[in-house]
T-cell receptor, first 115, second 116 residues
């Protein structure tokens, strides 16, 4: 079964506010965690990733936090804009026994930016 | 530099027909991944291919589904004798190499298969 799951299926945020999307995972052996953004009718788009030996990584308006103690991942989006409305997926990069890498995906959180 | 191209974007098939989904990876990418997505759900890994080789097909049903990535031409995901439960969006992603240091695969726009 899936090892990555999300706490909230839908999140509504006022434009300009910050948003936090959460994700739980169960596979301690995963090397990387990735956040993807998927707009309606489009394929997933890479946002940011973080290695398992880090606890924080920042990008442009986005910050990913990794708490390995409680196996929790979060995506913070600062000063949200209408274009941030999308479904956000966390995924873990997992190496199988024969060293092939797979992405294991969570179910997604729909972020709605209210004007 | 064109991105990952998938066609058709939408495909309607009657039960029992065959569905062929095509994926042309980004230029220079020799690794292709197929995923399936049901509405309101995340992507489920199906198969990982390199040129002329299937590397990992652990996510693909044993029956009716097959995938190839020939030396020339696009990768093909083939579903024989489709059933209503095959209706989903099928996404293809490509990358130049897939290691722990390169996790940014590029996704196509997907093919939405509807079985009627």
């Amino acid at each position: 079964g899936e090892s990555v799951g999300l706490h909230l299926p839908t999140l509504s945020v006022q434009e300009g506010d910050n948003s936090i999307i959460n994700c739980a995972y169960s596979n301690s052996a995963s090397d990387y965690f990735i956040w993807y953004k998927q707009e309606s009718g489009k394929g997933p788009q890479f946002i940011i990733d973080i290695r398992s030996n880090m606890d924080k990584r920042q990008g442009q308006r986005v910050t990913v936090l990794l708490n390995k103690t409680v196996k929790h991942l979060s995506l913070q989006i600062a000063a949200t804009q209408p274009g941030d409305s999308a479904v956000y997926f966390c995924a873990e990069n997992w190496a199988s026994m024969d060293s092939n890498y797979q992405l294991i995906w969570g179910a997604g959180t729909k972020l709605i930016i209210k004007p | 530099n064109a991105g990952v191209m998938q066609n058709p974007r939408h495909l309607v098939r009657r039960r029992g027909q065959e569905a062929r989904l095509r994926c042309s990876p980004m230029k220079g990418h020799s690794h292709v991944y197929w995923y399936r997505q049901l509405p309101e759900e995340g992507l489920k890994f199906m198969v990982y291919l390199q040129k002329e080789n299937i590397i990992d097909e652990s996510g693909m049903p044993k029956e009716r589904f097959s995938a190839e990535f020939p030396k020339e031409g696009p990768s093909i995901l083939r579903i024989q004798q489709v059933v209503r439960g095959d209706s989903a969006a099928y996404f293809c992603a490509s990358s130049p190499v897939w290691t722990e240091k390169n996790t940014e695969a590029f996704f196509g726009q997907g093919t939405r298969l509807t079985v009627v």
